[in-house]
């Protein structure tokens, strides 16, 4: 899980994860799907070789205000080849 915390309308967040291949073949991300349209993941579509490590970077629009909590279901073929990340926060309005 991330929790962006309190942040404001219109403000640009991220939020890098770390993805680290501790299996012996070359891990394979095939998509990482997100739950809505305001949250965009990106990643690399290179093979992670063992040991390697990458990143999924996953960036969220802030034009909603209020509560939010999603989701971004990444595939692989990883021995858990469905693994789901978290990211939440509160948007405020700029009144606020």
Known sequence: DHDFGTI???QKVTHIYKVKNTGEA???IQ???PSCG???PSYSKTPILSG???EIKVKYATNRIGVFKKTITVIS???????ILYIKGTVLSPAN
């Open 77 to 83: 073929n990883a021995s858990e080849p469905n693994k």
């Open 8 to 10: 404001n309308e219109g």
């Open 52 to 54: 390697e490590s990458s």
């Open 31 to 33: 998509s990482a799907q």
């Open 26 to 28: 070359p891990l394979i």
């Open 38 to 40: 305001c949250t965009v």
